[in-house]
Nanobody, 121 residues
Framework: QVQLVESGGGLVQAGGSLRLSCAAS????????MTWYRQAPGKQRELVAG???????NYADSVKGRFTISRDNAKNTVSLQMNSLKPEDTAVYYC???????????????WGQGTQVTVSS
């Protein structure tokens, strides 16, 4: 199956930057969209940014102009560059990949374990 491992979270002051990375491993036949979500305490998980295998991107309005998503299809990785961070960006950030582990298997979503991002004011 497909495993996802996130890295790069941490504590940063407001206005600072962090770069999150997510690496997919295991049995991978194909990966379509790769997406970052986040979940703050007491809130629902929300989409932050997504990128297709062809490089098309979409962003939540709250992060447009501050966050940039990118991916390396050869390495099965996706990154999220987060600039001008705000306290409201504090959350656990999760990587999701729409992937198929074997030829002929249906594509489904796989999740990483999450990485904590804390922005202090």
């Amino acid at each position: 199956q497909v495993q996802l491992v996130e890295s790069g979270g941490g504590l940063v002051q407001a206005g600072g930057s962090l770069r999150l990375s997510c690496a997919a491993s295991g049995s991978i036949f194909s990966i379509n969209a790769m997406t970052w979500y986040r979940q703050a305490p007491g809130k629902q998980r929300e989409l932050v940014a997504g990128i297709t295998s062809g490089g098309s991107t979409n962003y939540a309005d709250s992060v447009k102009g501050r966050f940039t998503i990118s991916r390396d299809n050869a390495k099965n990785t996706v990154s999220l560059q987060m600039n001008s961070l705000k306290p409201e960006d504090t959350a656990v950030y999760y990587c999701n990949a729409a992937a198929s582990p074997y030829r002929g298997y249906p594509i489904r979503g796989y999740w990483g374990q999450g990485t904590q991002v804390t922005v202090s004011s």
